[in-house]
């Protein structure tokens, strides 16, 4: 079993950046591939940005390549989504994932197996 939390978020100019952290629990955290999800009002959840087991594979949505990385810290337990050049479409709660099996449909929701409580992302225009 795992345990997500997450933090870092709040409001933010457009144009400016924020970085999330989700802070896991549980012996296993290194072995489990992390995802972020993101949520806007009225809308599905969408993939953001995921990672393999050691970080040395990352993936992101069209929408936030080359804006958003995200980094993880096995030693401790945490994995981050650095935001940078934010956008008011970027307005959303924010979830991070963990997926127990590492597969390329990285970017699917019903990959993942544990969940965070969200923190939410608002960005002013």
């Known amino acids: 079993q795992v345990q997500l939390v997450e933090s870092g978020g709040g409001l933010v100019q457009a144009g400016g950046s924020l970085r999330l952290s989700c802070a896991a629990s549980?012996?296993?955290?290194?072995?489990?591939?992390m995802g972020w999800f993101r949520q806007a009002p009225g809308k599905e959840r969408e993939f953001v940005a995921a990672?393999?087991?050691?970080?040395?594979?990352?993936y992101y949505a069209d929408s936030v390549s080359g804006r958003f990385t995200i980094s993880r810290d096995n030693d401790r337990n945490t994995v981050d989504l650095q935001m940078n050049s934010l956008k008011p479409e970027d307005t959303a709660i924010y979830y991070c994932?963990?997926?127990?099996?590492?597969?390329?449909?990285?970017?699917?929701?019903?990959?993942?197996?544990?969940w965070g409580q969200g923190t939410q992302v608002t960005v002013s225009s």
């Open positions: 549980g012996r296993l955290f290194a072995s489990y591939a």
């Open positions: 990672c393999n087991w050691s970080g040395g594979r990352t």
């Open positions: 994932a963990a997926d127990k099996d590492w597969s390329l449909r990285y970017f699917s929701e019903d990959e993942y197996d544990y």
